[in-house]
């Protein structure tokens, strides 16, 4: 019997490794000279952060320590999702930065259809919001990975279950 390998391509982050680049991010805001008295507050939800503050200005430099202390993790900062900041009262702004977890059905089928048509010699299934790439040989499989790295998605993607 012919032996297959396979993999599954995912997007996710580590959500302890958020929490803590968000506790990074409410100490520096504490004291950042700047930043000190803004009142500003970072609430981190299971599918976003709000953060709410005094001007835009200083919403700007939230969102600039965010992306700093999310790198600095090693989070992708595709996983953070912008909404436009909205006027709340006291003269404050608030702005909803949804996370991205999960391939889209539309995102799936896209990449699924890069693959077949690429690399013959590879079968690939949605299953839910992740994808199973399989293949009888580990270099297709490696190829189908730098294939799916090439693509410039809006979610990062990451290989699991290698084997």
Do not use: W
Request: charged share 30%; net charge neutral.
């Amino acid at each position: 019997m012919a032996e297959s390998f396979s993999f599954d391509v995912v997007s996710d982050f580590d959500r302890q490794e958020l929490v803590n680049a968000i506790d990074q991010v409410r100490r520096d805001v504490s004291t950042r000279y700047d930043l000190k008295d803004s009142a500003t507050e970072i609430e981190l939800d299971d599918n976003a952060i709000t953060i709410t503050t005094a001007s835009d200005m200083t919403l700007q430099a939230v969102e600039d320590i965010l992306r700093q202390k999310a790198t600095k993790r090693n989070l992708s900062l595709k996983i953070f999702d912008f909404q436009p900041a909205q006027p709340v009262g006291g003269n404050r702004v608030q702005q909803l930065v949804k996370l991205r977890r999960g391939l889209s059905q539309e995102l799936a089928k896209t990449l699924s259809k890069t693959v077949r048509d690429n690399l013959k010699k590879v079968t690939v299934a949605i299953q839910g919001e992740s994808l199973r790439v399989t293949g009888k040989s580990k270099d297709d499989l490696q190829q189908a990975i730098q294939l799916l790295k090439a693509q410039d998605v809006e979610v990062p993607l990451q290989f699991e279950n290698y084997r």
